[in-house]
Nanobody, 124 residues
Framework: QVQLLESGGGLVQAGGSLRLSCTSSNREFSTSGMGWFRQAPGKEREFVAAISRSGTTHYEISVRGRFTISRDNAKNTVYLQMNSLKPEDTAVYYC??????????????????WGQGTQVTVSS
């Protein structure tokens, strides 16, 4: 069973930055598509960013230019650098892994593995 371990969440003021990390136990991590999702209180889980095995990225419109997804296959880790944070970015952030995916994966139902979530709170 693949496990994803997230870290890096916390409390930050509006305009600040955080970097989330997610480390996978999958030995085939380099061939997986990875994604970040978030869920705010009372709202459905939504797509944030995805990165393919080749490094192609895709972002939700509201985070483009502020968030950057990247991966380090040597460390089995995917990152989400979040800059210029806004109060509306407050949510629990989840990383997810789609084994063997060749392209960026946007739909949550196409991810087999999920992390436990890390809280990001942006104060105004």
């Amino acid at each position: 069973q693949v496990q994803l371990l997230e870290s890096g969440g916390g409390l930050v003021q509006a305009g600040g930055s955080l970097r989330l990390s997610c480390t996978s136990s999958n030995r085939e991590f380099s061939t997986s598509g990875m994604g970040w999702f978030r869920q705010a209180p009372g709202k459905e889980r939504e797509f944030v960013a995805a990165i393919s095995r080749s490094g192609t990225t895709h972002y939700e419109i509201s985070v483009r230019g502020r968030f950057t997804i990247s991966r380090d296959n040597a460390k089995n880790t995917v990152y989400l650098q979040m800059n210029s944070l806004k109060p509306e970015d407050t949510a629990v952030y989840y990383c997810a892994e789609s084994e063997g995916a060749h392209f960026t994966v946007l739909q949550p139902n196409l991810y087999e593995y999920w992390g436990q979530g890390t809280q990001v709170t942006v104060s105004s």
